[in-house]
């Protein structure tokens, strides 16, 4: 890096820094610090639902695993798409209709206030244990690749407090306007790699057919592939898309945000449509380069490689600035999100209308920067975890299946199973720690995978069995698909059609 590179990373800083100064003066209580006053277009929720899943540990994870075992770590992106086509029309309007502050806050008004309670304990712990402190740590790691000698806890500090200043100041505005342009960054930075490497075979698809193995192109993988069996592939991948892009509340949150239905629904289409790009401009490059750096020691090696050996001055700065907008997108969204909950969910900072909103206001900023300190204190303790991530991954597949269940059946038929809904959660999780012990001493054959759609099926089948009520009226998921706009349908549709024919391609 040169001085160049190093202009560009400050320049980026600086806007990220103004955005949040600008949405700061728009923020006079707890709705606009987590809401966005509901006032952002189909373009900003689009961007920011890209971008506040791609961290730093998803750009160097997917080319690192494409490296290695080939190109079917990108089966996690396109089902993203096709999840978020499904919410978009049979959750999000389930969602914007009951003015929803938190998606723990849609649980709790079909379940009561303990399951309200219990689901939003395990969404914070997963936001700031999980993601938001492992963002920090695999942040750090990967400035210290370009920056070496550079120490671990003064970089968690410092991407800290980048991220905390427009994030405790601005909110969920000053999150989302800055995702948008992370998300240009980072599709940015990634197509000129892409480019780049494309290059090197000529833009050629048969010289790069012939530099990838045969197994290594292929998007369905063996029953025995140790990372994606086919099976999971149709069992679990599904589910943790489903709960992930939205049930989890820092995806959702983007919903909520938007200005009307409309505006949310293009949002999730436009957030569909950009998660069929990583395969050609993040995880092809990488499957590519075992071609170019034959010898590198580990996967995770490949991104860092490929900026450092094929991007000029001024593109290898925006690439890096890449690399900490994916940090900051992910950091940002995550502790916004937890903040509300606790919030809303625990605090009920907006129940207590004797306060000034001027007062709530400062609470909330308290809580969101105390959950950041909590993170940054995590986050170096992540090093003394071996393979901590793989173990994370693991953990979600445990954490994800009941919950999903519950809140997918509350959506689309009100007041199903609702007695029992509690329950279900509560006997998923018990049965996903005892299956995960179980295979963690060779008891329980299956892939962590297989075992979310067992526990998936499972928790289901208990929430059903607590019978059907008419407690609420209002229309559910698949009444909100029979009223969407014929237009959206076709766009979903050419979508859809779109993975089809992707999954056909690399079959």
Do not use: C
């Amino acid at each position: 890096m040169n001085a160049i590179d190093y202009g560009v990373i400050a320049v980026y800083a600086l806007i990220v820094v103004y955005i949040g100064w600008l949405s700061a003066q728009r923020t006079h209580d707890p709705d606009d610090l987590f809401l966005a006053s509901r006032g952002l277009g189909f373009g900003v929720v689009g961007l920011s639902l890209f971008a506040s899943n791609i961290s730093s540990t998803t750009l160097i994870g997917l080319s690192g695993a494409a490296y290695e075992s080939g190109i079917a770590v990108v089966n996690y992106e396109w089902m993203a798409g096709l999840v978020l086509l499904f919410a978009a029309f049979f959750l999000v309007p389930v969602y914007l209709r009951g003015k929803l502050k938190t998606v723990p806050e849609f649980v709790g008004q079909r379940f009561g206030s303990f399951a309200q309670k219990y689901v939003a304990a395990l969404m914070i712990l997963l936001s700031i244990l999980v993601d938001t402190a492992g963002s920090l740590f695999a942040g750090a790691l990967v400035i210290q690749v370009f920056i070496p000698g550079i120490d671990m806890m003064a970089t968690v500090l410092a991407l800290a407090l980048l991220a905390g200043v427009y994030t405790i100041t601005g909110g969920l505005r000053a999150v989302m306007l800055t995702d948008a342009l992370q998300a240009l960054i980072l599709l940015m930075s990634s197509v000129v790699i892409a480019a780049l490497v494309f290059a090197q075979f000529d833009f050629s698809w048969p010289n790069m057919r012939a530099a990838i193995p045969a197994e290594n192109l292929s998007l369905i993988r063996p029953r025995d592939d140790p990372n994606m069996p086919w099976t999971g592939l149709l069992t679990g991948v599904p589910i943790l898309g489903l709960y992930y892009w939205t049930m989890n509340h820092y995806i959702a949150q983007r919903f909520f945000a938007a200005r009307d239905l409309p505006s949310a629904q293009r949002g999730a289409l436009l957030g569909a449509a950009l998660k069929l790009t990583p395969l050609f401009i993040m995880v092809l490059p990488g499957a590519l380069a075992i071609e170019m750096f034959p010898d590198l020691a580990r996967g995770d090696e490949v991104y860092p490689t490929l900026i450092r050996e094929l991007l000029p001055a001024g593109l290898k700065g925006l690439a890096i600035a890449g690399i900490i907008a994916a940090i900051m997108s992910t950091i940002d969204s995550t502790i916004n999100a937890a903040s509300a909950m606790i919030s809303y969910d625990f605090v009920g900072l907006d129940r207590q209308t004797r306060q000034s909103p001027k007062r709530r206001l400062f609470e909330a900023r308290l809580i969101t920067g105390g959950l950041l300190l909590l993170a940054v204190v995590w986050a170096p303790v992540i090093e003394s975890f071996p393979g901590l991530f793989n173990y994370l991954q693991q953990m979600f597949a445990i954490a994800a299946p009941p919950v999903a269940a519950v809140i997918l059946l509350a959506a689309l038929k009100p007041g199903f199973g609702d007695s029992r809904a509690l329950t279900a959660m509560i006997s998923g999780h018990v049965l996903a720690m005892v299956l995960a012990l179980s295979s963690n001493y060779g008891l329980w054959p299956l892939h962590f995978l297989e075992t979310a759609g067992v526990v998936f099926v499972f928790s289901l089948v208990v929430m059903a069995s607590g019978g059907y009520t008419h407690m609420l009226a209002e229309a559910g998921g698949r009444e909100s698909w029979r009223q969407a706009d014929p237009v959206l349908k076709g766009l979903s549709a050419l979508i859809g059609l779109a993975i089809v024919v992707m999954l056909i391609a690399f079959r």
